[in-house]
């Protein structure tokens, strides 16, 4: 074998072992997203979010509702969340952040969030349509039907330096 294919397995298991622990990550909340994600240049992600109806998701469950796990689960994402797992994360906060991007205490780090695959491999999630249909499904007594394209435009916040 040789050094380039050696490494290169190396490299594998080290990239599997985080994903086996990523398991273990923990929810830090929005306000931590926020120090880096809320710049107008790069997309304010935190500002977008913070006027979406995530955020506002536990405003809607009136009287016994709050505290119901039944309605918890797909509008709180602190209280829907292991319990252990639960850093700064709020109840408050509804559909954060990390419901869609994963716990975020592995990868939130300048050094580890400016690599892609080294982010991913602590965690950090890019959402697809199946990551939505989590919550937006007809267990929802309220469901709508989804239609990924509309629902995404209304919640966008790509960076606009990207492209
Ligand atoms: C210490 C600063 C910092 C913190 C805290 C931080 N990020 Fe990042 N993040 C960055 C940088 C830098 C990049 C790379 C530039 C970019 O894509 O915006 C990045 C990239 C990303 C990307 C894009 C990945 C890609 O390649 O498409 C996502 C998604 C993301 N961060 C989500 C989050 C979430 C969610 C949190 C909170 C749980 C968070 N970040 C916390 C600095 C940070
Ligand atoms: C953890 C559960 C959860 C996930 C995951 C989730 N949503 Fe939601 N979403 C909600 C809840 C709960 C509401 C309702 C908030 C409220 O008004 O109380 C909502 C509302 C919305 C709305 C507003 C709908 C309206 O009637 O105005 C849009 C748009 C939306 N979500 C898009 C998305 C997209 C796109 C994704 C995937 C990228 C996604 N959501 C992932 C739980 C979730
Ligand atoms: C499977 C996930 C899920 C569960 C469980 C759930 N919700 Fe929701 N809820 C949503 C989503 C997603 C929306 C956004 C509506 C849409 O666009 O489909 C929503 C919207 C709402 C709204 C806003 C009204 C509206 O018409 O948009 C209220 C109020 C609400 N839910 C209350 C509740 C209550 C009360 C419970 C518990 C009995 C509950 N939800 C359980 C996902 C869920
Ligand atoms: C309802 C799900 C959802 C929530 C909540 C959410 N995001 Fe995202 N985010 C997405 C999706 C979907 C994308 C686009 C992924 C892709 O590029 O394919 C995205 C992309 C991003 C990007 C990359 C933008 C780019 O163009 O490079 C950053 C950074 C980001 N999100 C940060 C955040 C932060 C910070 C929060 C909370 C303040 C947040 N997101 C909340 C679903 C979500």
Redesign the pocket.
């Known amino acids: 074998m040789n050094y380039k294919k050696l490494f290169f397995l190396l490299g594998l298991a080290v990239i599997f072992s985080s994903v086996a622990f990523a398991q273990n990550n923990k929810y830090i909340g929005?306000t931590k997203?926020?120090m880096?994600?809320?710049k107008a240049t790069?997309?304010e992600?935190?500002?977008?979010?913070?006027a979406?109806p995530?955020?506002k998701a536990m405003e809607s469950l009136k009287g016994a509702d709050a505290t119901n796990p039944k309605c918890l689960k797909c509008h709180s994402?602190a209280a829907a969340a292991d319990p252990k797992l639960v850093g700064s994360l709020k109840v408050s906060e509804g559909?954060?952040?990390?419901?869609?991007?994963g716990a975020g205490s592995a990868y939130k780090t300048s050094s580890i969030m400016k690599k892609r695959e080294l982010s991913v491999a602590k965690g950090l999630i890019?959402?697809?349509e199946k990551?939505?249909k989590k919550?937006h499904n007809e267990e929802s007594p309220n469901y709508k039907g989804f239609n990924f394209k509309e629902y995404?435009a209304k919640?966008?916040?790509?960076?606009?330096?990207?492209k």
Not at 45 to 50: D, E, I, L, M, S
Not at 95 to 101: G, I, K, R, W
């Open positions: 929005a997203c926020k880096c994600h809320n790069t997309g992600q935190y500002k977008k979010w913070a979406s995530h955020a994402t559909v954060s952040c990390e419901s869609c991007h890019i959402p697809d990551v939505c919550c995404y919640i966008a916040h790509n960076n606009p330096a990207k």
